[in-house]
């Protein structure tokens, strides 16, 4: 089938930065991106692309140059449905918060509406991709609620999911890694296939799109996204050991990265990993495994969330310690709130749940984040319900400048990466502080040995 229109139901950090760059990279197809969400779509549709809803790197400018040409970004889910020959689906599928998988489970309830929808607009044969991280067999779901609710025409459920990581999302689109692409294997099934793959083939080479069977090609992103997080939760385990016996933890990640067989990336200790993806996805491959009576394998992958909750806890705890055991009244100051540089997402972040840890502890926190605003913040805060709203806010404030942020607090946590952290005058930041003055660098971030000149009492993680 020769494409020509595409719709993708969800306009958030999947289907935004997707969508903007198949529109880029093929200007022959007119993509219409669609969310219940007004404001969002109103965001996406600003005139200065700036204030986009999303921030990525590179991505305002794509935007700039294909919206009003072939993406478009709109609330009319029906007209965009009707008209496509791919329909995307990218809404968010979040862990279950009751019932049966609760905690575990990813809540299919978004999908599920989208599924619906497609079956009763739908007068044509259509092509329906699963974009959003989904427990292996999703399709089939979807698929038996296209094939019995629908008005007869024909569907083809492929998988294709994203392993774009935020921050880098525009990169990682342009310059995939691989493309992967399930589907059936029947003729049908193949024909789907080769339409999606021909849409990529515009600006990806053909020896990087990688088709499977559908089962494959899902469980496939569970397993990357397994593997990833097992990386850190690795190396986070060795750092809580290196602080104990003198070894450097990026020292010791230097030195087994060189082995090709292991390889650099993806050995940062830090305060945790935080994220849509990670735990979600470990979490549902928990779930699974157990489903299926597999304990030990749930065992097994469930560990790698526990030592992730853990380094969040440690270093917390540690920040208690160190000032004396007590951290009440205190101002402490966050450097970043996201959950990594280059993005506004704070989904999981580490930065939620050390906040939560020392606001338990009557501190006061300071946050500075050049991306985020106070009104999120404080959202992701009140999502935990430990405390009333009321009390987080009196809890919690944020600054737009850092050095205000910084000024007459008794210790600096870094809980994001933010490149701009390394440049600031940090002999002014030790003079406006409260003596003395520490620094807990949850990202190794930091030239620990000029902030120990300057005056300053520091902890990273791993040394
Ligand atoms: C991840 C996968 O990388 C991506 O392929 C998938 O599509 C979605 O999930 P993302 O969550 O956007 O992407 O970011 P990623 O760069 O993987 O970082 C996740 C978390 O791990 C962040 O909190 C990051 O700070 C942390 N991290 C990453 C570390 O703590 N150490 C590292 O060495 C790398
Ligand atoms: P992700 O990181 O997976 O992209 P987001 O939460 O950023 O997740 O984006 C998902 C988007 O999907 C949200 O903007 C939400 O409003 C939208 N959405 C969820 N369900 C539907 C639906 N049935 N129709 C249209 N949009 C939907």
């Known amino acids: 089938m020769k494409i020509t229109k595409i719709c993708c139901i969800g306009a958030g950090y999947v289907g935004g930065p997707t969508m903007a760059v198949i529109a880029q990279k093929c200007p022959h197809i007119q993509v219409t991106v669609v969310d219940l969400n007004k404001e969002r779509i109103d965001a996406w549709n600003d005139t200065d692309t700036n204030n986009i809803p999303i921030y990525e790197p590179g991505l305002s400018t794509i935007v700039a140059e294909a919206r009003g040409r072939n993406l478009f970004f709109s609330t009319n889910v029906e007209q965009a449905i009707d008209e496509a020959q791919i329909i995307f689906i990218s809404v968010n599928t979040p862990t279950k918060t009751y019932g049966k ?3 575990m489970a990813a809540d299919l309830k978004y999908i599920e509406l989208c599924a619906r929808q497609i079956a009763k607009i739908a007068k044509d044969n259509k092509i329906v991709v699963e974009k959003s991280t989904l427990p292996v067999r999703t399709a089939e779901a979807i698929k038996s609620i296209l094939d019995n ?18 921050g880098t999302a525009v990169t990682d689109l342009l310059n995939p890694d691989r493309i992967l692409i399930g589907g059936d ?18 600006w990806v080479s053909k020896d990087k799109i990688l088709t499977t069977n559908v089962w494959s090609s899902e469980l496939s ?19 809580e050991l290196c602080e104990k016996t003198g070894a450097n933890i990026t020292e010791v ?12 990336k993806f050995l940062k200790a830090s305060v945790g990993f935080g994220g849509s993806c990670f735990q979600k996805d470990i979490l549902n491959l928990v779930y699974i495994a157990k489903s299926y009576g597999l304990n030990e394998v749930a065992d097994y992958w469930e560990q790698i969330i526990i030592m992730n909750d853990h380094q969040k806890k440690r270093f917390s705890n540690k920040i208690i310690q160190t000032l004396y055991n007590t951290v009440a009244d205190k101002k402490i100051t966050f450097l970043g709130w996201a959950f990594k540089k280059d993005t506004n997402d704070t989904r999981e972040s580490a930065a939620i749940y050390v906040a939560n840890d020392l606001i338990s502890e009557q501190a006061k926190i300071a946050v500075y984040d050049p991306k985020v605003s106070l009104k999120k ?21 944020s600054f737009d400048n850092p050095y205000e942020a910084c000024k007459n607090a008794h210790a600096i946590a870094i809980l994001t990466e933010w490149d701009e952290f390394k440049d600031y005058d940090w002999q002014k930041i030790y003079d406006s502080m409260q003596k003395p003055a520490f620094v807990f660098d949850g990202r190794n971030l930091l030239n620990s040995q000029q902030l120990k000149a300057i005056g300053f009492v520091y902890q990273a993680i791993g040394s």
């Open 101 to 103: 998988g609760k905690g």
């Open 149 to 166: 609710t629908g008005n007869g025409v024909q569907f083809q459920i492929l998988s294709n999911p994203e392993f774009l990581a935020e």
């Open 185 to 202: 294997e029947s003729i049908e099934g193949q024909k789907a296939i080769t339409s999606l793959v021909d849409v990529y083939s515009n």
């Open 221 to 239: 992103k569970l397993t990357a996204n397994a593997f990833l997080a097992q990386r850190i939760s690795s190396i986070n385990a060795m750092s």
């Open 253 to 264: 990640a230097d030195a087994i990265g060189m082995d090709s067989r292991i390889g650099s």
């Open 377 to 397: 913040i404080l959202a992701d805060l009140d999502y935990l319900e430990t405390r009333t709203s009321v009390e987080n806010t009196n809890s919690l404030t």
